[in-house]
């Protein structure tokens, strides 16, 4: 029987989600969720990747412990799911506290006032966790999409090439990311509740990528001219963490 393409592999403390694809050796990869992920080359029986899998355990595990947040990013992540009165939530690197207020719309609304974000609309609409997430992320695109023009063309004019696409996407453990090919640019609607100086950063981090796919020499070079400082900047960002829930509304 041939192996199948798609398979899971238990392990003490996680289970490995396996796909069999056109690749010349075996990966893994952990995920913020817990989730453990392999790649294996198709010439591979479910056998051997099992054999692979159950002897890099220990290794998988280190990724998954590096992986799963910190309490903090976790603790920030849980109210933002919740969004419950008296929770906080963050928009531009300000932690609001969330209020709920009745109001004749029909509609769920969501809105900044003062250190508060207030959600009003009908009493069955504010007690639906998934309707006031639903709120919460169309508050953040829109706060995004308003930034981003002016931040693309600072962005495009220091390091001097431009992107065909810009998109805002949920993106649970990356703050963006880079198609050359396509010449696109996604940015995480994570940076909404971040200080708006780190979507500069991750806008020029990005548009750079046209230029150099890696991490190398070149692509720091051209990092330190178009922002510079921003390697401590990176270490913040990284340090703040998501805070969006990994889940979808």
């Given at each position: 029987?041939?192996?199948?393409?798609?398979?899971?592999?238990?392990?003490?403390?996680?289970?490995a989600e396996v796909t069999r694809r056109r690749t010349s050796r075996v990966s893994f990869r952990a995920w913020p969720d817990g989730r453990v992920t392999v790649s294996a080359p198709l010439g591979f029986t479910k056998r051997e990747v099992e054999g692979m899998v159950r002897a890099h355990a220990d290794e998988i595990r280190r990724l998954l412990e590096r992986a799963m947040p910190p309490a903090a990013e976790q603790a920030a992540r849980e109210e933002a799911a919740r969004l419950a009165p008296g929770d906080h939530a963050w928009l531009w690197g300000e932690r609001l506290t969330v209020r709920h207020l009745e109001g004749?719309?029909?509609?769920?609304?969501?809105?900044?006032?003062?250190?508060?974000?207030?959600?009003?609309?009908?009493?069955?609409?504010?007690?639906?966790?998934s309707a006031r997430r639903r709120a919460h992320e169309k508050l953040l695109r829109q706060e995004l999409a308003a930034a981003l023009p002016g931040v693309r063309a600072e962005a495009e004019r220091l390091v001097g090439v431009s992107a065909r696409t810009w998109r805002i996407r949920r993106m649970h453990s990356r703050w963006g990311s880079c198609r050359p090919d396509r010449g696109s640019v996604t940015i995480a609607l994570e940076l909404a509740t971040h200080d708006p100086a780190h979507l500069r950063l991750v806008a020029i981090h990005e548009t750079a990528h046209l230029l150099i796919c890696n991490h190398g020499s070149d692509f720091r070079a051209i990092m330190d001219r178009a922002c510079p400082g921003w390697r401590a900047q990176q270490r913040a960002l990284d340090e703040e963490g998501m805070r969006l829930p990994r889940q979808a509304p």
């Open positions: 029987m041939p192996t199948p393409t798609r398979f899971t592999v238990q392990c003490d403390g996680f289970a004749s719309e029909p509609r769920l609304t969501v809105r900044r006032e003062g250190d508060v974000l207030a959600f009003i609309g009908p009493g069955e609409l504010l007690a639906d966790c």
